[in-house]
């Protein structure tokens, strides 16, 4: 079963920028769609970007923009580069292998002056 494990979360300045990893285990990563999604407090979690195992992406509008999402196959790596950072993007951000069970364990980005 794989595994998926984020990091890069922190906590930034409005304005700023972040970048997320999510590293995953096996061997059958190119083949699947990942997404990564997030959940702020007292909100239900979101659906946030998608990658497809051809490249191909979309975004929630709230992001768009201002979220960059891609993989690096080789390396079984996800990523989220963030830029413009707001406070509303304050949440724990998790990625998903898109129509299975697996998720990661989640890292926090905070968004504060």
């Known amino acids: 079963q794989v595994q998926l494990v984020e990091s890069g979360g922190g906590l930034v300045q409005p304005g700023g920028s972040l970048r997320l990893s999510c590293a995953a285990s096996?061997?059958?990563?190119?083949?699947?769609?990942m997404a990564w999604y997030r959940k702020a407090p007292g909100k239900q979690r979101e659906w946030v970007a998608f990658i497809q195992s051809d490249g191909r992406t979309n975004y929630a509008d709230s992001v768009r923009g201002r979220f960059t999402i891609s993989r690096d196959n080789a390396e079984n790596t996800m990523f989220l580069q963030m830029n413009n950072l707001k406070p509303e993007d304050t949440a724990l951000y998790y990625c998903?292998?898109?129509?299975?069970?697996?998720w990661g364990q989640g890292t926090q980005v905070t968004v504060s002056s």
């Open positions: 998903h292998v898109l129509g299975t069970a697996t």
């Open positions: 096996g061997s059958m990563f190119q083949t699947y769609t």
